[in-house]
């Protein structure tokens, strides 16, 4: 139990870490000379990095143990975000990137390994604090990191190489966990693939756009829009007692659907919120509460027969939804209305649920 809930602190200062840069970009990128162009470059390139080495990660630490991948990684994310403080150019400004993206990889592994020392029939409750950890780091990062550069651009980038560094220093004198499993990979989880990607589309469409949303097509003010993050936080951490609940009477096959179900109805929501700053705040809730839901009881399934390797292979799906999805959201928001993106994100994620129930009736038969 306090191992867990050390990998789970491992897991937040990992995304404080990862959170706390972004406010400073923009102004360490203009010091080098860089344009709005390089910025999505260099987000790009962190999550390919992600998305190329989580399965091989996962590998790695189902051959020789979690302990040394996980430290590994967080090591690598220290070294990125040292080598992007001491940058004196772009291209090591990428470099620094890259190697964070690489070391941000291993979150598969910290996951599975997470999985690892929970009990089967509560994977979900541990997949759903798993996601907290994770959106509580990316939350508060941004919000300490905007304070620090103030004082200099840089200072945000010298402070998340400590933070990788001290999670790393945790999670080395951890005892290794070696887990037990059959050799090859899991079809039927790796078929989960599929509505983790749609999940995580439809998920990155609403958090890149509902800010911008908000201001300029609802007229909110700086102060309702945070107030409108902050319900949907609260709303995020409201999950781990629902998916508790939920697992002691039902099963993946049929909770992942309910999330994916709320999730839909909360972006439809959305797109209804025209006057009404009650709907928007309930429908962006119900997005927060249901995409938690629905992730954590994949997961939990996917952890049942799957190990590292499977869980990667998930996590990659998750990072190539999460690159897509803000550009394909920007253009229908340019070209078509600004609700088509929450329209369009509720027609995914609703389609897929059915896919979900399906694959997940798979999963739990072997």
Known sequence: ??????????????????????????????????????????VSLFSLMQFVTAPLWGYVSDKIGRAPVVAAGLALGAAGQAVAYAA????????????????????????????????????????ALFGIAFGVGFVAGPAIGGALGTLHARLPFLASAVLYALAGAAVARLPNARPT?????????????????????????????????????????????????????????????VVRRLERSSSPGKNAPLGMATMATGLLLLSLASSSLAVLYIGAALVSLGGVVASSFIFAAASRIGAGVELGALQSAGTL?????????GYLYTTISATAPFIASAAVVAATAALTSLLLSRVEVR
Not at 235 to 240: E, R, V
Not at 321 to 329: E, Q, T, V, Y
């Open 1 to 42: 139990m306090e191992t867990r809930f050390l990998l789970l602190g491992a897991v937040a200062l990992q995304m404080l870490g990862f959170g706390i840069i972004l406010p400073a970009m923009p102004f360490l990128l203009r010091e080098l000379g860089g344009d709005a162009a390089a910025q999505g470059l260099l």
């Open 88 to 127: 004196q150019s772009l291209a090591q400004l990428a470099l620094g990137r890259a190697l964070a993206g690489v070391g941000g990889g291993t979150l598969a592994a910290l996951q599975a390994w997470i999985a690892d020392l929970t009990p089967s029939d509560r994977r979900a409750s541990a997949m």
């Open 181 to 241: 499993r059959r050799q090859g990979f899991e079809i039927a989880v790796g078929l989960l693939a599929a509505p983790v990607l749609m999940l995580n589309l439809g998920m990155s469409m609403f958090e890149a756009l509902l800010s911008y949303f908000s201001a300029f097509a609802r007229g909110l003010t700086p102060f309702q829009i945070g107030l409108l993050f902050l319900v949907s936080g609260v709303a995020a951490g409201a999950a781990q007692p």
């Open 321 to 329: 939804g999460r690159i897509a999805g803000p550009a394909i959201g």
